[in-house]
C-alpha cells in the first residue's frame, strides 16, 4: 500500500488518505462490528509521568466503559495493557497483557478480532501491528501521538484526550446501528 | 526521575499486571538508606532472569540492584552476555548496544545527560562480563578512565566467555583448560584491578558476592565517588558454575573458597585520597543523621 | 519535559534566538560568505543546538572535528571531546543520542570502516545521530584523497544517506538534516556525505543563515522508542534486548524490527522531498545523452556538459541528492528519454550506476564510469571523452592527454 503517513488533520484507512472525521466514523463502526473489540494501552498512557498521561487514561477508560455501554449481547470488550517491551520467558500471559515481541499470543488467545493501540511507542506498536497484521485477521487500528502507522488499517495521528473523547461520541452516536459479526466464525484466531 | 513519578495512571491501575503494581506500591525507588537487606520485604527491581538455576551472577545482580543508591535516577549499561538476559527485566533503565563498548555508550550517555539535566543527580553504572570488560572493549574502558569519565565501571567476573559457551578470557587464571584453551591458558589472568588504579579509577575493589553487605557498601561507596570524584572500578567474581564443573548449589562455597587471603579473589581495594576525603564526609554525615534520628527517637520516648 | 515548540522565539544561553527551521532556512536573509567546507560545517554547528559532538582525527574531517571544538569552547556546543577510535565515538555518540541529546560527528574513509559495526546498530536503535563523512580511500596502499567507496557500504545499514555536491548543500543539508532524522516516523541517523578535500578544503561562496538563529532542540519524547534518561516510561525498559530465546517469537520480532527500519526509510521521502526540495535535481532531462551522478561527480558532470555544448551536444544532468531513501522512481522518471545514461563515480566499483541500473528499465542505457579511483580528480574532458566514444564520435584517449 506504499507508505505515505497522513498530515494533520487527517487519517488513513487502509493506506488511503481520508479526512480525520472519515476515520472516526470507521473506527467506531469497526468496534461494534466486533466480537472482541479491545483497547491496548502503552507505557505512555499507563504511567502518570505527565500531566497528559494520565487525562489520556481517563479518556481511554471512558472509551471502553462507552463500548461496553454500546455493545449488543455476545459481543466482548476488553481493555488489556501492553505495560512493557520486554521479551518475557517463557511467554507472557496472553489473559493479561500484549507484548511486542508476541502480540499474536493476545490476540490469538482472546479471539480479539479488533483492537486499536493507544499509548505505545510508535517502534513498537509498528512491530506490533506488523506481527498482528503478518499472523491475524485482526482489524488493527492505531490512535497514535506522533505521524500515524501504515501498518495498522486505520489510523490516527496526533491523539489527544480529545480525540479519544470524539470516538467515544462516534461509538455512541453508532449504537444500534452497526451489524455485528457474531455469527460469523471468522475471528481473530482464524488466520 | 523522582519516586513520586513512577506511578500508574490511576484509571488504568486495575489492569496493570500484578508485578507492576507491587512496583509501585513496595520497591525502594527514593528510599535513603535502600540496601540488601530490602530484599524480602520490599519489591525488587529485578522482575524474573534467565540465568542458569544457581548462578552466582543472579545474586549479584539482587544484591547490586538493591544497593544502587538512586535507582531513580540511575540509567545502566551492560554488554553481550549472560547479563544481557537479564537486563530487560531490569526496573531502570538500561542500554545494550555492542558487544564490549559498554564504556564508550556510559561516556557519551553520561555527557548527554549532564547537559540535558544540569545540577541533578543522574548517575550511570556499568554492568558488563569481563570478556565486555577486559578483552574486546579494554580500549574503551582503560580510555573512559583516562579520561575521568564521571560514571562506576561493575564487571562480573566469571573468567571465561560464559554466554558462547566457556571460552578462554584475558580474566581466566593461568592454566586452566578451555575452549580455545586447548593445552590450558598459557598466561597470567589480567591484573585489571591494578591497571584501574593506575588508569586514574578513584576507588577500586576486587570481591565475590558471597556477603550481600559487603557488596551494598562498595557498589554504594562506588557510585557516590563516581557522581562527585570520577571513575571506580568494581571486580566481582560471580563464577560461571555450568563451565566449573559445580553444581547449582555449589556457586557460593566457590565464592568462599576463591576470597580466602591466599587466592586469587582476596578482597583487594584502592582508594583515591580525594576518594577517601569523601568517603569520611559521607560516613560523618550518616552518623550525624543517625545520632539525629536516635536524639529524636528518644525525645519521642 | 522539553516542549520544541514552546521554546520558538526564546534565547538560548548564547543569545540565539530558536526560531522555526523552515522559517530560518527558507525566509531568513542570507549573508554571502566565503568559506572552506570545514568552516561551513561549524558555521551550520553552529546554528544546530547540538547537544554533543564527538571528535577524532582524521584526514580529511580533522579541520572540521576541531573547528566544532572552538565552537564549544565558545559555548555552542553542550559538550565536546575527543574519543580513542572511530569506533569508540560511534558508540559515544549512540550512548548520548540514548540519553536524548542531539548529537554530531564527522568521520571519514578508514574511520567509517573501522567504525562499521556501529550504523546498524544506530539504525536499529532508531537514534538519530548525524554523521557527516567526508570520503576518501579505504584500500591500501593508504590514500588520503577523496574516494566514495566508503559510502557502498553504508547504503546497506539503515541509515539515511545523503551526497552533498557544494558547501551550500552542506550548509543547508546539515541544519535540515536534523528536521529530517527526528521525525518520530523516522528517527534514523544521517550520513551526509561528501567528497573530501573537494568540498572540505576548497573555498567556495555560501549563503548562511543568521547567526543569531538557531534550530529549536530536539524532543526526546517524540521518539519511537523510550528514551534512557529514567525520566519517562515503561520504567522496565532495555535498548535494546536480545530476543532470541523465544524460538518463532524472535523470528517475528527481528523481521518486523528490520521491516520497520527500513520502512523508516520509506517514510522520511515525503519529509526528505519536503526539505530538499525533492530526491534529485534535473537539468535539460529530454536529451538523449544523460549524466546521472552524485557529490562533486555532478560538478565535473556539469563542465563536461559545458564542455559538449561547446561542440554541439546536448547532454542533460540529474543529480542524485539522497542515496537512501533512493529516489528509484524519480530516477526512472527522469532517464525515460534518454538514450545513454553516462554515470562518473569517483570509486573503482562503480555502485551508484549499480544501484542505477536496479532501477531502470533497459539498464544498458547505463555506462559505468568514467571512474576515478584512489583520490584522482576527474577532468570533464575524460566525461566528454567517454560521451563522443559512446555517440561513435572520434575522441582523444585519456592516455594522449597532455603528450
Not at chain 3, 284 to 310: K, P, W, Y
Request: with cysteine.
Amino acid at each position: 500500500m506504499g507508505i505515505y503517513l497522513p498530515n494533520p488533520g487527517e487519517a488513513h484507512i487502509n493506506g488511503v488518505i481520508v479526512p480525520e472525521e472519515k476515520a472516526y466514523e470507521e473506527a467506531a463502526k469497526q468496534f461494534l462490528m466486533a466480537k472482541v473489540p479491545t483497547l491496548f494501552p502503552g507505557p505512555l498512557v499507563l504511567w502518570d509521568w505527565n500531566e497528559k498521561a494520565a487525562k489520556k487514561a481517563t479518556a481511554i477508560r471512558h472509551l471502553y466503559n462507552t463500548l461496553k455501554e454500546c455493545v449488543q449481547p455476545g459481543q466482548t470488550p476488553m481493555l488489556i495493557p501492553m505495560p512493557d517491551y520486554r521479551p518475557k520467558y517463557p511467554k507472557i500471559n496472553p489473559e493479561v497483557e500484549i507484548n511486542p515481541n508476541h502480540p499474536n499470543l493476545t490476540i490469538w488467545h482472546n479471539k480479539i478480532d479488533c483492537c486499536m493501540f493507544i499509548g505505545v511507542h510508535c517502534h513498537q506498536a509498528n512491530l506490533s501491528l506488523k506481527i498482528i497484521r503478518g499472523g491475524t485477521s485482526c482489524y488493527t487500528i492505531a490512535m497514535c501521538a506522533q505521524a500515524g502507522h501504515e501498518d495498522a488499517m486505520l489510523s490516527f495521528r496526533d491523539a489527544s484526550v480529545e480525540k479519544i473523547m470524539k470516538l467515544a461520541e462516534w461509538v455512541r452516536k453508532l449504537k444500534g446501528t452497526v451489524q455485528p459479526r457474531l455469527t460469523s466464525a471468522k475471528s481473530g484466531a482464524s488466520n | 526521575m523522582s519516586k513520586e513519578r513512577i506511578k500508574i495512571s490511576e484509571d488504568l491501575y486495575d489492569i496493570m499486571p500484578s508485578d507492576y503494581q507491587d512496583l509501585v506500591k513496595s520497591a525502594t525507588y527514593g528510599k535513603e538508606d535502600r540496601g540488601w537487606k530490602d530484599i524480602g520485604n520490599s519489591k525488587e527491581l529485578i522482575e524474573q532472569h534467565s540465568l542458569c538455576a544457581g548462578c552466582p551472577e543472579s545474586m549479584a545482580f539482587r544484591y547490586i540492584l538493591a544497593s544502587l543508591p538512586n535507582p531513580e535516577d540511575t540509567v545502566m549499561v551492560g554488554s553481550t552476555g549472560c547479563t544481557s538476559l537479564v537486563f530487560p527485566m531490569v526496573a531502570v533503565h538500561n542500554i545494550h548496544s555492542l558487544f564490549g563498548n559498554q564504556n564508550a555508550i556510559a561516556s557519551g550517555l553520561k555527557r548527554a545527560l549532564s547537559v540535558r539535566f544540569p545540577g541533578r543527580t543522574k548517575d550511570v553504572v556499568v554492568l558488563a562480563g569481563d570478556g565486555a570488560t577486559v578483552d574486546i572493549g579494554l580500549d574503551m574502558t582503560l580510555q573512559a578512565w583516562f579520561r575521568q569519565e564521571k560514571f562506576t565501571t561493575i564487571c562480573f567476573d566469571n573468567e571465561l566467555y560464559a554466554n558462547t559457551g566457556g571460552q578462554e578470557s584475558g580474566l581466566m587464571q593461568k592454566g586452566f583448560v578451555a575452549k580455545m584453551a586447548p593445552v590450558g591458558k598459557l598466561f597470567d589472568k589480567v591484573r585489571l584491578p591494578e591497571i584501574a588504579r593506575e588508569s586514574g579509577c578513584h576507588y577500586v575493589v576486587q570481591c565475590t558476592v558471597s556477603k550481600p553487605s559487603l557488596i551494598e557498601k562498595v557498589v554504594r561507596n562506588a557510585v557516590m565517588i563516581s557522581r562527585e570524584i570520577g571513575p571506580t572500578y568494581l571486580q566481582l567474581y560471580t563464577p560461571c558454575i555450568l563451565e566449573i564443573g559445580k553444581n547449582s548449589m555449589e556457586g557460593l562455597q566457590e565464592m568462599r573458597d576463591s576470597e580466602k587471603p591466599t587466592e586469587r579473589f582476596a578482597y583487594k581495594e584502592f582508594i583515591s585520597e580525594p576518594a577517601k576525603e569523601l568517603l569520611a564526609e559521607l560516613a560523618a554525615k550518616d552518623k550525624e543523621k543517625k545520632a539525629a534520628a536516635k536524639q529524636l527517637a528518644a525525645q519521642g520516648a | 519535559m522539553a516542549d520544541t515548540h514552546s521554546v520558538i522565539g526564546t534565547k538560548n544561553k548564547k543569545g540565539q534566538t530558536f526560531t522555526d527551521t523552515w522559517e530560518m532556512l527558507n525566509e531568513a536573509p542570507r549573508t554571502p560568505s566565503f568559506f572552506t567546507g570545514s568552516e561551513v560545517i561549524k558555521e551550520a554547528l553552529r546554528r544546530a543546538s547540538c547537544d554533543v559532538m564527538i571528535a577524532y582525527p582524521i584526514t580529511p574531517q580533522s579541520e572540521a572535528a576541531a573547528l566544532i571544538g572552538e565552537l564549544f569552547a565558545e559555548g555552542y556546543i553542550g559538550d565536546y571531546f575527543r574519543g580513542e577510535s572511530e569506533f569508540a565515538v560511534m558508540s559515544q555518540c549512540a550512548g548520548a543520542a540514548f540519553g536524548g541529546a542531539r548529537v554530531f560527528t564527522t568521520t571519514a574513509g578508514p574511520g567509517t570502516m573501522r567504525a562499521m559495526e556501529n550504523f546498524p546498530m544506530w539504525a536499529g536503535a532508531r537514534l538519530p545521530i548525524q554523521m557527516i563523512v567526508t570520503c576518501r580511500g579505504i584500500n591500501s596502499p593508504l590514500s588520503i584523497q577523496p574516494d566514495t567507496l566508503e559510502i557502498a557500504y553504508l547504503l546497506n545499514t539503515g541509515m539515511l544517506v545523503w551526497h552533498a555536491e557544494t558547501a551550500q548543500d552542506f550548509f543547508d543539508w546539515i541544519l535540515k538534516g536534523y528536521m529530517v532524522s527526528e521525525e518520530p516516523d523516522v528517527h534514523l541517523p544521517l550520513a551526509l556525505c561528501c567528497d573530501g578535500f573537494f568540498v572540505t578544503h576548497t573555498k567556495d561562496v555560501v549563503n548562511l543563515t543568521p547567526a543569531d538563529m538557531c534550530l529549536p532542540p530536539y524532543d526526546p519524547y517524540r521518539s519511537p522508542v523510550p528514551c534512557m534518561d529514567m525520566e519517562c516510561p515503561p520504567v522496565r525498559m532495555m535498548r535494546d534486548p536480545f530476543v532470541m530465546k523465544s524460538n518463532y517469537i524472535s523470528y517475528a520480532t527481528h523481521a518486523s524490527w528490520q521491516q520497520e527500519v527500513w520502512a523508516a526509510v520509506e517514510r522520511s521521502r515525503k519529509h526528505t522531498i519536503r526539505w530538499i526540495n525533492g530526491l534529485i535535481e534535473t537539468e535539460n532531462i529530454d536529451a538523449e545523452v544523460l549524466i546521472v551522478s552524485s557529490g562533486t561527480a555532478v560538478s565535473q558532470g556539469r563542465e563536461a556538459i559545458r564542455l559538449l555544448e561547446d561542440e554541439g551536444i546536448s547532454c542533460g544532468l540529474v543529480k542524485i541528492k539522497s542515496l537512501r531513501p533512493w529516489p528509484g522512481e524519480e530516477i526512472r522518471e527522469a532517464t525515460k528519454n534518454a538514450k545513454h545514461i553516462i554515470v562518473p563515480e569517483f570509486n573503482v566499483t562503480g555502485w551508484l550506476a549499480k544501484e542505477i541500473k536496479a532501477s531502470i528499465p533497459n539498464s544498458d542505457r547505463v555506462n559505468a564510469g568514467p571512474h576515478v579511483c584512489g583520490g584522482m580528480t576527474m577532468p570533464p574532458e575524460i566525461i566528454v571523452s567517454e560521451i563522443k566514444t559512446l555517440l561513435g564520435m572520434r575522441t582523444m584517449s585519456l592516455a594522449g592527454r597532455g603528450s
